[in-house]
């Protein structure tokens, strides 16, 4: 296998994806988001304070989004830490998980034009789940398996466990914006913060992707 993840000898497309190469792809897919979301930010419609105060909403949805994708990229990228080769399920993980994140924007774009109403808030809210849902998937496949690895299985627990449930968090926020639709974005916003930190629970552990 090539460090590159160019095509091997005997044809085999799947094996030739190395962690560095889907590591690089998918840091595009991210670049392409935020790309997206700046491109959505409006102009205030006359050149006074007042003008910009009320595109409140749109700085405040910017903002979190912003931090959850600084947040996904983090811990992709901490879990790719852990994958020594590219399975075919670790590849078809990363695109389910790189799928709702794509969708990002556009919930975004949603939930400031509303200025945080009840419907975009609980799409907001369960955009956030699936992309969470496509985490604990394409976790469970980078994460050394028990008994593959003596070094990680509280690695393996913490990261499992904390992504069970801030799913369940994320669920409850979208029953919450029907019916108050700030507080469903304010519990999202927060829970968001507890992944700041990967690591926790294991400390640091393994090399980076293609190394």
């Not at 910009?52 to 811990?75: D, G, H, K, R």
């Not at 499992?160 to 639709?181: D, G, K, Q």
Request: proline letters at 8%; charged letters at 10%.
């Amino acid at each position: 296998m090539s460090d590159d993840g160019d095509l091997l000898p005997d044809g085999n497309l799947i094996r030739s994806v190395t962690p560095k190469r889907l590591a690089t792809f998918s840091d595009g897919i991210f670049a392409v988001i935020i790309t997206i979301m700046v491109l959505q930010l409006k102009l205030p419609a006359k050149p006074t304070f007042a003008a910009l105060f009320e595109q409140w909403p749109l700085a405040l949805s910017y903002a979190v989004s912003y931090l959850f994708i600084t947040i996904v990229w983090i811990n992709h990228h901490f879990l790719l830490r852990f994958a020594s080769t590219s399975t075919p399920r670790l590849i078809l993980f990363n695109f389910i998980h790189m799928f709702p994140a794509s969708l990002v924007p556009f919930a975004t774009a949603w939930i400031a034009d509303s200025r945080i109403a009840p419907v975009p808030a609980f799409v907001y809210a369960a955009v956030i789940l699936m992309v969470n849902m496509g985490y604990h998937a394409f976790a469970w496949e980078a994460l050394p398996h028990p008994g593959q690895d003596h070094a990680v299985p509280r690695i393996r627990r913490t990261v499992l466990t904390r992504s069970y449930v801030t799913m369940a968090i994320f669920a409850s926020a979208m029953l919450i914006a029907l019916e108050i639709p700030w507080l469903g974005f304010a519990v999202v916003t927060c829970v968001l913060l507890s992944y700041m930190r990967p690591e926790i629970g294991g400390g640091r552990y393994g090399a980076s992707p293609g190394t």
